[in-house]
Nanobody, 118 residues
């Protein structure tokens, strides 16, 4: 069964750090551009960051300079290092295969909750 499983969320105070992980069950994910999305209550899911198969990254303006996306293809795992967290970063974070060089459905993990308190 193909799946993505996020972990690493939790509750931190503003200014703190968390590192999220996303483990993929299929090595095909290594060929895809992967990304992190987040969704806060009452809002639409928004794109936070992406990384291509060769490591090119992009970030939403709201997290640029604070978050770092990375991947370990040998472990089939995607990461999101989040520093200088703000209360506005509170959301459920999801990973997904944003774009692949072959026809494939978009998989979503179950999400991991990040709560930042002031």
């Amino acid at each position: 069964q193909v799946q993505l499983v996020e972990s690493g969320g939790g509750s931190v105070q503003a200014g703190g750090s968390l590192k999220l992980s996303c483990a993929g069950s299929a090595y095909s994910f290594n060929r895809c551009k992967m990304g992190w999305y987040r969704q806060a209550p009452g809002t639409e899911r928004e794109l936070v960051s992406t990384i291509t198969s060769d490591g090119t990254t992009s970030y939403a303006d709201s997290v640029k300079g604070r978050f770092t996306i990375s991947r370990d293809n040998a472990k089939n795992t995607l990461y999101l290092q989040m520093n200088s967290l703000k209360t506005d970063d509170t959301a459920v974070y999801y990973c997904t295969n944003v774009q692949c060089p072959f026809a494939w459905v978009k998989y979503w993990g179950q999400g991991t909750q990040v709560t930042v308190s002031s």
